[in-house]
């Protein structure tokens, strides 16, 4: 491709006779970024060590996201799994995200709705999370809603926590967390230290 700013737009068939169907691949600091990808169905995609976030999409509605394989080692930085914002109607399903990097393997940013991860698994990292409103000055409709966390297992966790909050489970007071089971666990609180 060239430099790194360049992009490739593939403008496949019509979904239907009125909504064209287009998405853009941009090479910047993600493996794949697709952006306005309406009625996006993306499968089979294995992704390892990307320089940031494996996947990025933006202002999409109604994609489906399965049977994915993402990983990064642990000597990569800030490598997200999969980037979600001004998107709606997405679901992320069948999938694995192994980041020894510790970061988010879902990141849902502002102005999405309607995200749907059914049995994805993560690991290490921090799990899915709904990034902070607002961002770079960004004004932001909040809504009463709740986020309902159900069916997740948490086996075979063993380590030291550099804190004395070794598992927190923030759960919505509206809707709260349902079947979440934990075996295996066995976390000592470490010892403070300062860089």
């Known amino acids: 491709m060239g430099s790194k700013k360049e992009s490739v737009r593939i403008r496949p068939s019509s979904v239907n006779d009125e909504i064209p169907t ?105 799990g899915f999370s709904v990034r902070s409103l607002g961002d770079k000055g960004a004004h932001e409709i909040v809504e009463e809603r709740s986020v309902q966390v159900s069916d997740v297992s948490f086996g075979g966790v063993r380590g030291t926590s550099s804190s004395q909050d070794a598992i927190k489970l923030s759960c919505s007071r509206t809707v709260g967390c349902t079947n979440i089971i934990m075996q295996g666990i066995n976390i000592h609180p470490g010892q403070a230290t300062v860089a």
Do not use: W
């Not at 320089?51 to 996201?65: D, E, F």
């Not at 914002?85 to 988010?104: M, N």
């Not at 940013?109 to 749907?116: F, H, K, T």
């Open 22 to 126: 287009y998405f853009i691949v941009m090479f910047l600091e993600q493996i794949l970024h697709l952006h306005a990808c309406n009625g996006l169905q993306l499968s089979g995609l294995h992704s390892i060590d990307s320089p940031r976030a494996h996947i990025s999409l933006s202002s999409t509605k109604g994609a489906l996201i399965s049977n994915i394989h993402i990983s990064a080692p642990g000597y990569t930085r800030n490598t997200d799994g999969i980037d979600i914002k001004e998107s709606s109607y997405i679901q992320i399903r069948d999938s694995y995200i192994a980041l020894a990097t510790g970061d988010d393997c879902v990141a849902i940013g502002g102005g999405s709705s309607y995200i749907n991860i059914t049995h994805v698994s993560c690991r290490p990292g921090h």
